[in-house]
Nanobody, 126 residues
Framework: QVQLVESGGGSVQPGGSLRLSCAAS????????MGWFRQAPGKGREGVAL????????YYADSVKGRFTISQDNAKNTVFLQMNSLKPEDTAMYYC???????????????????WGQGTQVTVSS
């Protein structure tokens, strides 16, 4: 139905920046909420940043506010995550996510996500 493909992960020094991209394909008309979750070793999958594709409203985890910015292209089929001032605790596998036909809000549970990308590794270390 919907395929999500992430790109842009990699390794960076603390304080550095990375930009993630998520391209959606298939039938994406009803995927109103898109963004990223992340999962570090030994931790659950947590929401990082979400965007309501219709209104443009954005939602951020407290841990990334002021450092990460989520945005979308004009066609609304690609979502970006600009990550600045990266910290070692940001190290995780980052997964693109999409929710179909539902609302978008802070702390959206991972179980409410309908589609997942394959994940892209972000490593922040000195």
């Amino acid at each position: 139905q919907v395929q999500l493909v992430e790109s842009g992960g990699g390794s960076v020094q603390p304080g550095g920046s990375l930009r993630l991209s998520c391209a959606a394909s298939g039938y994406t008309y009803s995927t109103n909420c898109m963004g990223w979750f992340r999962q570090a070793p030994g931790k659950g999958r947590e929401g990082v940043a979400l965007l309501h594709t219709g209104s443009g409203s954005t939602y951020y985890a407290d841990s990334v506010k002021g450092r990460f910015t989520i945005s979308q292209d004009n066609a609304k089929n690609t979502v970006f995550l600009q990550m600045n001032s990266l910290k070692p605790e940001d190290t995780a596998m980052y997964y693109c996510a999409a929710r179909e036909g539902g609302s978008c809000y802070t702390n959206l549970p991972a179980g409410f996500v309908d589609y997942w990308g394959q994940g892209t590794q972000v490593t922040v270390s000195s």
